[in-house]
RNA sequence: GCCGGGGUGGCGGAACUGGCAGACGCAUCGGACUUAAAAUCCGAAGUCCCCACAAGGGACGUGCGGGUUCGAUUCCCGCCCCCGGCACCA
């Protein structure tokens, strides 16, 4: 009997299912259709187990979707562009492209060496002019729909270099080559409209029912939306005058709009805080009586590190501005105050202070001395704005408040609000967290933006025929001055396509989250010269229907990707919404309780472990050890396991194969079938019907791959009792099975086996198969199918509770009608012995006579 | 602080809708085979207690404390801890 060595087999199957093209697929109307995808690879170099994961999690749903007769699509790509392969270049003078092409090389033959079941001929790489010149295409769209624009903005600047960092090249504040400290710059940015589609990001995730929950809170907190309003505070000059009309009002500067989601606690607004970027700051500065000082106590907030003040690490400080506003409810004036704890980017930039009620107000109130006054009583208690230690938000009947008092704060908020609207001094609206998209990026590995400077026409996109623009080549990069491609002559100047007079070109390239935002609809059509995709073959395949990755990307790239489907349905392109179906988020690989990284030098590289158990073992492992969601401990032990695991399903079927793979032999259910065949017949369908269930829709793989351990098991048990396959070698007499019955139950057992397990060890499996004398191979094998009658026990063993313990155990026939198993129970030898002669006051059957429980009088 | 997920043997993990807790695997121990070992095959095993031992029996046991129920890992209430997200967001 030939041992199991993987190496070779695997080697044997990857050239047949290369040189057959056996994972190409073509639109065909006839089938259903199943687009699996993982999330593509960026050529970081060589991929580690924790990388491959989910490419081995798709894969087995891949596989098995085939083997049910979908018509599977299955590509993968790479996210090639982006700033490691730049800061390759900057560290060892290998050109960007170089490095990235020679990554994306050696990886695709680990994955190949997976025997991950792709559509090679599908692969795109997003670093490659026919891939990012539909990023360009798609940029110029949405600058002619109006969700591209141009404003200022911040970037991190390291002054030391002289040049852009991106987030990732700040490191703890310092730049990420000098270590000088990081400086903002303002400068012209692109921006995408994302923030359009708030409402609808946000309210369309009721349709992602098959999306982890975990994914869909990120979401939302990301969109943040809160319902609010907007109010109007009068600056006190103008108090005596009549207000002028709305419209005016709200762009002049004689007044301070506010956003409130409690404007039922306006009553108690006894402050009005400015961010120390509000417009107002600046002109009450310079009418303040010392200037100088003024802009020096603003100067302090603003000098104030960004980040910190965004995340609250400093203390909250202000300063009276010395000016006056009229709260329009109550008619009095309230001071105004600059604070650091107010953002300009959220809001109007000015908030009111509700000390009673906003615990943040309460701690500034008392520092410096404001009032507080209480306007919502809460249930069952009486607050006094002497007595308490911190603010009380939330819930309660509204005092204090004019005519308002009396209401329930959430009726007085609707009643405000519409007060506020009728009077022109306010209105309802909602407020979003989220951000328009900024993709510029001073950088060089990236999607050029097509747009050029002309001199007489201004900003104009590049002609849709002169796309691609190429990145040009670089021979050397400094990582100094401002962006690579501004540093370019020939590049950077060029002529306008309105005039063909002189003009310069943008030299920002798009953030590679543009790059990814769309990939899924390419793979549908990945040659295409003419478009991105044609809307019919995102037609046929889209909406992908199981997509599987890194929680990590739960936000930004999950949500870019529901924006930029939605910005092609309104481009008329395809009718989804959502481009994902289904999400699965799979957990890291770990290695002594930490991710898997080069820096700590605890990677785990797949080829090593396919030179040594190979990829079916790695695979079955993987699968096995929990599931897909959870992060693993990668342990060399469980590994050895899986490969014993199949090394034993080798065996059997290895010794199996000549008794079983012949021709002639019976189906189980023609011929009759004493007790023992008849079990294992029974266990085959439970097996079936637990692996069929727990890989679709479940996607439980560990439960499944533990359900065909245990039917291995039982056959290993059936042979030794039969004195055949595996276990037979070592008895003298080498017994050979004649009964026919039994022949074809393990023929149905061990044909079932083979092909449940081609998903995980699909090399295995196919080899197996082929010796057991089939030609076409296992996908076209199909997937076996259960027969419920079969799966169904014929007896039971039912447990018996007295008092909820379980004192005895009776076996019945199934379907035991409920009555008489209470007669039987009750009848029973050992039951009686625990009743001890108590009366039963209550005896129950659990649905499907799984249980009996009896209830007697203790004593 | 708000939101989401979780806490089960020595370890990874099972348990579909409230019905035998610990499937399956790892590690461990024992047996068979072997001159021996490895490999393989077969078997044991939650904790504690009773019994000289075994057979057998009992109590406890799914983070903690209550509750509902004939019956709770599962449902409800109140806590503790861990992981993840958001957060001076008005």
Redesign the pocket.
């Known amino acids: 009997m030939p041992e199991y060595r993987p190496q070779s087999i695997e080697q044997k199957w990857q050239e047949r299912w290369r040189s057959g093209r056996a994972f190409e697929v073509t639109e065909d109307p006839g089938k259903p259709k199943f687009y699996c995808l993982e999330m593509f690879a960026y050529p970081s170099g060589h991929a580690h187990v924790g990388h491959v994961r989910n490419y081995m999690i798709g894969d087995v749903v891949a596989r098995m979707k085939r083997m049910r007769g979908f018509n599977v699509l299955h590509p993968f790509g790479w996210d090639a562009f982006g700033l490691p392969a730049e800061n390759a270049a900057i560290k060892n003078g290998t050109h960007p492209e170089t490095w990235t092409l020679e990554n994306i090389a050696h990886m695709k033959g680990q994955l190949q060496r997976l025997g991950i079941s792709y559509a090679w001929e599908r692969e795109i790489a997003t670093c490659l002019p026919e891939y990012y010149k539909w990023n360009q295409w798609i940029f110029l769209k949405m600058l002619e729909r109006d969700l591209a624009y141009r404003k200022r903005s911040s970037v991190n600047w390291c002054p030391s270099c002289n040049t852009v960092l991106a987030n990732e090249q700040v490191v703890n504040g310092g730049c990420w080559r000098c270590g000088t400290t990081v400086t903002t710059r303002e400068l012209e940015q692109w921006f995408f409209r994302i923030t359009q589609y708030a409402d609808e990001l946000l309210d369309d995730m009721t349709q992602l029912g098959e999306w982890?929950?975990?994914v869909l809170?990120?979401q939302?907190?990301?969109v943040?939306r809160?319902q609010?309003a907007r109010v109007t505070f009068a600056l006190e000059s103008n108090a005596g005058r009549a207000l002028p009309p709305p419209q005016q009002r709200a762009s002049g500067s004689d007044a301070i709009e506010?956003?409130?989601?409690?404007i039922d606690t306006i009553y108690g607004a006894t402050f009005i805080v400015l961010?120390p970027e509000h417009p107002l700051v600046q002109r009450f500065a310079g009418e303040s009586p010392d200037p100088a000082a003024f802009r020096a106590k603003v100067a302090k907030f603003t000098s104030q590190d960004r980040s910190a003040?965004?995340?609250?690490?400093?203390?909250?400080?202000g300063f009276d501005t010395g000016r006056r506003a009229i709260n329009p409810f109550t008619n009095e004036p309230v001071p105004i105050w600059v604070a650091?704890?107010?953002?300009?980017?959220?809001?109007?930039?000015a908030?009111?202070g509700?000390p009673g009620h906003?615990q943040?107000d309460f701690e500034f109130a008392r520092k410096y001395g404001l009032p507080i006054t209480i306007v919502v009583q809460p249930d069952g208690e009486t607050l006094s704005a002497e007595t308490m230690t911190e603010a009380k938000p939330g819930a309660g009947r509204l005092v204090a408040s004019g005519e308002f008092s009396g209401l329930d704060w959430e009726e007085g908020n609707r009643r405000m609000t519409e007060a506020a609207r009728q009077r022109g001094i306010g209105h309802g609206t909602v407020?979003y967290?989220l951000k328009d998209w900024g993709i510029s990026r001073q950088r060089y590995w990236g999607t050029p933006i097509p747009v050029v400077y002309c001199e007489t026409h201004g900003l104009v996109g590049v002609p849709y025929d002169q796309l691609p623009v190429e990145l040009p080549k670089i021979a050397a990069f400094s990582g100094r001055g401002d962006s690579p491609l501004a540093q370019i002559p020939e590049f950077v100047n060029t002529t306008c396509p309105e005039c063909g007079g002189p003009a310069r070109r943008e030299t920002d390239t798009m953030d590679t989250f543009v790059d990814s935002s769309w990939y899924f609809f390419r793979f549908c059509d990945p040659r295409n010269a003419d478009l991105p995709f044609d809307p019919e073959h995102v037609g046929y395949w889209g909406p992908v229907d199981f997509y599987s990755g890194g929680?990590e990307h739960?936000?930004l790239h999950l949500i870019y990707s529901r924006f930029f489907t939605r910005v092609f349905r309104d481009l008329g392109m395809t009718h989804l919404s959502e481009p994902f179906a289904r999400l699965l988020t799979q957990g890291m690989v770990l290695k002594s309780g930490q991710v898997m990284s080069k820096s700590k030098g605890n990677v785990v590289d797949p080829d090593d472990m396919i030179q040594k158990y190979g990829a079916d073992a790695l695979r079955l492992y993987v699968m096995?050890?929990?599931?897909p969601e959870?992060?693993?401990?990668w342990?060399d032990?469980?590994l050895?396991?899986?490969f014993?695991?199949l090394?034993?399903v080798w065996?059997l079927a290895d010794s199996l194969c000549d008794t079983i793979g012949g021709h002639g032999i019976p189906a189980p259910s023609a011929v009759a079938l004493n007790d023992e065949e008849r079990a294992l017949r029974r266990k085959t369908h439970q097996t079936i019907k637990r692996v069929t269930i727990d890989l679709d829709p479940r996607v439980?793989l560990?439960?499944a791959?533990?359900a065909m351990?245990?039917l291995v098991?039982e056959l290993?048990?059936f042979c030794?009792h039969t004195r055949c396959g595996?276990?037979s070698e070592?008895s003298d007499n080498v017994g050979v099975v004649e009964r026919p019955a039994t022949i074809a139950v393990l023929k149905e057992a061990v044909e079932a086996l083979v092909r449940m397990l081609s998903p995980f060890a699909p090399h295995m499996a196919e080899e197996l198969w082929e010796s057991l004398g089939h030609r076409d191979g296992i996908t076209a094998a199909g997937w076996p199918e259960y027969d419920e009658t079969v799966a169904k026990a014929e007896e039971?063993?039912v447990?018996v509770?007295i008092?909820?313990?379980?004192?005895a155990?009776i076996t019945v026939p199934a379907d035991t009608p409920e009555d008489d198993l209470r007669t039987m129970v009750l009848a029973d030898a050992q039951v009686r012995s625990?009743l001890d002669g108590r009366a039963v006051q209550?005896i129950?059957v659990?649905?499907?006579g799984?249980?009996v429980?009896i209830?007697v009088q203790h004593g």
């Open positions: 982890p929950d975990k809170t990120m939302s907190n990301w943040g809160s609010g506010v956003f409130t989601t409690r961010a003040r965004l995340t609250g690490e400093v203390e909250k400080e650091n704890f107010v953002l300009m980017e959220y809001g109007t930039g908030v009111m509700v906003d943040r407020q967290r929680v739960a936000i096995f050890v929990a599931p959870k992060e693993i401990e342990t032990a469980g050895e396991g899986s014993r695991f090394a034993r065996r439980h560990n439960t791959v533990s351990m245990e098991n290993y048990a030794s595996p276990v070592d039971i063993v447990p509770q008092n909820g313990k379980v004192r155990r625990h209550k129950m659990a649905p499907n799984r249980l429980s209830v």
